[in-house]
């Protein structure tokens, strides 16, 4: 393995820990939505996209859209790493006068490209983003991570198409597969599959990966990037509370605190307290 | 005379002005390039004209993200598919992260949507984006005045929404002259501190006939035109309140939640008057000819005449 990628993966780990803490310390939050797109993240602000923390608002920066916002605390902690803010500010999560809303907030904290949390909401955010790097001749890339249960909403589809007739090669939209939503098995719930022949259909470049491996993931971003006249959807099965055994068995995870015995076993398994 | 064929054109006209000053100006079209008579606009400017489609919500979520890049986005298309199909686009992703958008609402009230129906009569659309903070909100009386309008919020950073009608409202304003302060309450008629007229858009031309008729009767009115209900400028009419005491708000828009809640709000909290509230009387109404619907539903220029005087003797009856 290489050095870039064991590294990464290992970044992946430490916002899992900060996740978990985060949630445990704020005593309140999403923790197992933030676990299974953990890698997308790591992957994605540790490597992939063009930022500047020093100067968030940096116009040629590649934008980042958290559409599934509850997950909110992994993207927390990934700014937090790059240097946005410092990391303690992570356990004011939701708290009052805390820069970190239960859900992003565009105007409260820097490094959040736009306010979310609203299920469905950012692709179609992101379709714009696109347009206007297009329009003003940018040559950043707007990547959005959406969840598999907020492709129920409508707005999801409507953006869909819209991204197509304008040929935005410059969206990358990850969906973060967990099979799972608040009321049970996305599958159960709603009649959204099959998803992957649903965004073929809609004449989406498609990819299906494993997203939980960063060597997928990082592939799978290098090949939307080179792909031309077509957004992209990347389709990574992922596993709710991935990293944390008891939340990966047990979907009331989607927002619970861990009592004190269960953070102790969470932070022992992400590689323990001591660790940094 | 208005050169103008409607507020519809007039709008179509401003944003060529604005596309030719500055290039962060664009629109977004949701199926809409017909009805707001943008076709010109989309063949001068191909570039700076986004068609997305029959998908109000998806057309102000692009419109936010353009917004969070530079760029002022206007979307413009029937005011009910703004407020209400994307009512939560245009409050989470425009308003709450006070994003430069500007909304362009058609068929505002029951003038608008005429002969359309319910469907496409919107009469709850100013009460709805009331309630939500960041927004300004306009409600121009003419086309000469929608032009203004439109170049004044273009220029106003933040959320905006502005009303244009359908193409059947009357010519009020001198074209040479299009003032439009934003935010700022006009007095057109001072006859006298008998009673204040209060009202906001098209339906402006019936409060100056009713004016004109209540002063051949010898009672003076003040017409008071508050083309911009949000920021509301309670501190410039609360005088006028206070002088007259008696107060009539007519609007092309549900009683509930426009002009007349807005000033009945002035009232209780600043300035003690007798109010009547002329509007639609919170029922639905129907198709219609568009002058025609006005007088049947309670707006006609008789119906404010006698809510006038019925302002006054509540005001006299309380003294």
Redesign the interface.
Known sequence: MSCELSNLIDKARLLRRDVVETVYRAKDGHPSPALSCADIVAALFFQVMKLDPQNPKW?ERD?FILSKGHACPVVYAALARRGYFSLDELPGLRSLGSCLQGHP???KTAGI???SG?LG?GI??????????K??KKDYN?YVIMGDGELQE??VW??A??AV??NLDNLIVFVDNNGLQSGGKVSDVSGLMPIYEKWQAFQWHCQEIDGHNMGEILAAIEKAQQTKGKPSLILAHTVKGKGVPYMETDNSWHKRVPTDAEYKEAMEILGGMDCE | MSSYKGSREAFAAAMMQLAEEDPRY?TISPDSMKAMRMVGFAEKYP??F????I?E??AV???????????V?FVATYSGFITMRAC??VR??VA???LNVKLVGANGGIFGGEREGVTHQFFEDLGILRSIPEMTIVVPSDASQVFAATLAIAKHPGPAFMRVASGREAVIFDEEIPVFELGKARKLVTYGNDVTLMTCGFILSRVLKAAEVLKAEGINATVLEVHTLKPLDSEGFAAVLKATGAVVTVEDHNVIGGLGSAVAEVIAEQAPASLVRIGLQDVFPESGAAEALLDAYKMGVDDIVQAAKLAMAKRDKSK
């Open positions: 116009e934008r907030c565009m105007r490209d736009m306010t609203s909401n179609s955010v992101g379709v714009g983003m696109a347009l206007a790097a329009y003003l707007t409508g707005i409507e953006a198409m819209a007739k304008h | 664009v570039e700076k986004f068609e997305v489609g998908a919500q998806n979520g692009c419109a936010a993200g353009m917004a969070a890049c530079g760029l986005p939560e686009q989470t992703f709450y992260p006070q």
